[in-house]
């Protein structure tokens, strides 16, 4: 059984130079999950650097920073059940040659580099990735999502 989940989004430079921010919010609010936190920035260099900790030391180190830091993303936190794995689902495999038809990254991407969405690899990155980008009190849990919708209509029978 899932259970509520908050994960990290970016809707990354490429993207947003294509004007497919609404298009790509739209997919995971038509999904049921809820936005609790969106903003659009130019990620600094600390931002950048702790975004991809992980990745330090590697060849391909250096792009990722160049790349997320080539123009603004868009921040977002989403909430639902599953959001981490129901969001990576959506997104489709990092590579969009391999990404199933009517995922994001199919639809929208055509190479690795340039695969237009970021999302959190686990509920533990997701915690990690949220404070890199938002202060608690940015977040906004207020209203209700698909899942307390559904919630509400069990147990109202």
């Known amino acids: 059984m899932h259970t509520e989940e908050r994960t990290f989004i ?12 609404g298009e790509i919010i ?20 600390a931002q ?12 391909f180190y250096p792009r990722l920073i160049r790349y997320i830091q080539s123009g ?46 970021h999302g959190s690899d686990s509920v533990e990155s997701a915690e990690r990735e949220i404070a890199i980008y938002f202060n608690e009190n940015e977040l906004f849990a207020d209203g209700k999502c698909m899942s307390e919708l559904v919630i509400e209509s069990l147990d109202a029978d």
Not at 10 to 21: E, F, H, S
């Open 10 to 21: 970016a809707v990354k430079p490429d993207a947003v130079q294509r004007g497919l921010i």
């Open 26 to 45: 739209k997919r995971f609010e038509t999904k049921g999950y809820k936005v609790i936190g969106l903003k659009m920035l130019r990620v600094s260099d």
């Open 48 to 59: 950048a650097k702790a975004h991809y900790a992980e990745h330090e030391g590697k060849p």
């Open 72 to 117: 603004p993303i868009v921040a977002m936190v989403i909430q639902g059940y599953g959001a981490v794995a129901g969001a990576r689902h959506m997104m489709g495999c990092t590579d969009p040659l391999k990404a199933d038809m009517g995922t994001i990254r199919a639809d929208f991407a055509q190479v690795m580099e340039y695969n237009v969405v």
